[in-house]
């Protein structure tokens, strides 16, 4: 397997662009997870999904962001209109749902929002 | 609502020397404890959990409840421990019990810069 899937890898935008951001989870995994890294804020949580289903979205910062994840396969991280304080790391983690479980990162997506 | 805290922004130690990366949390319930690392241009990968009391690459880890600590340690640091470490909490059971679903979330802390010197 190679792996929970990200891309870009890399995105540079400039302020006011729609920026979507996708995530292929580890086949049979249940849980997906989308983070936000910072070096001021560090890692936090912005939304998990179980079976398709957004679980806790408490984490999205404003209505400017949306995720969803139309299939077991595949999610999106969406924001529109971006802004430059939006410019971080983002992260998707995907696990199977049970105790003692271990979520598998991505490599993450640079975004630049000039 | 739970917390993790990792007081050190950036620790350098020397390689031989001991470590230690602090991390207190905060949670009513019963937590179970991660520390995660991210070695440069790598994944965000899992290193040791509580529940499992493991030794991974020399580093060992003990919840301490009393304290509400989880400091990850090592008696002799190498090189190539040098990387960003974070603790990290899942609730296991909330204050009245097993808390059931959308209990798998984990809260992190801000992470520890550990810089080995040669």
């Known amino acids: 397997d190679a792996g929970v899937i990200q891309s870009p890898r890399h995105e540079v935008t400039e302020m006011g662009q729609e920026v979507t951001l996708r995530c292929k989870p580890i086949?049979?995994?249940?849980?997906l997870f989308w983070y936000r890294q910072t070096m001021m804020r560090g890692l936090e949580l912005l939304i998990y999904?179980?079976?398709?289903?957004?679980?806790?979205d408490s984490g999205m910062p404003e209505d400017r962001f949306s995720a969803k994840m139309p299939n077991a396969s595949f999610s999106t991280l969406k924001i529109q209109p971006s802004e430059p304080r939006d410019s971080a790391v983002y992260f998707c983690?995907?696990?199977?749902?049970?105790?003692?479980?271990?979520?598998?990162f991505g490599p993450g997506t640079r975004l630049t929002v000039t | 609502a739970q917390r993790v805290t990792q007081p050190e922004k950036l620790l350098s130690v020397f390689k031989g020397a001991p470590v230690e990366l602090k991390c207190n949390y905060s949670?009513?319930?019963?937590?179970?404890l991660f520390w995660y690392v991210q070695y440069s241009r790598q994944r965000l990968q899992l290193l040791l959990r509580?529940?499992s009391r493991e030794s991974i690459k020399g580093f060992t880890a003990d919840l301490n409840k009393g304290e509400t600590s989880f400091h990850l340690k090592k008696p002799f640091a190498q090189e190539e421990d040098s990387a960003m470490y974070y603790c990290?909490?899942?609730?296991?059971?909330?204050?009245?019990?097993?808390?059931?679903?959308?209990?798998?979330?984990?809260?992190f802390g801000k992470g520890t810069k550990l810089s080995v010197i040669p």
């Open positions: 990290a909490l899942s609730p296991l059971s909330g204050p009245g019990g097993y808390s059931g679903a959308g209990s798998y979330q984990l809260t």
């Open positions: 949670y009513s319930g019963s937590p179970e």
């Open positions: 086949s049979g995994h249940n849980s």
């Open positions: 509580h529940i």
């Open positions: 999904f179980n079976n398709n289903v957004p679980i806790d």
């Open positions: 983690a995907s696990s199977l749902r049970r105790q003692g479980y271990e979520q598998y």
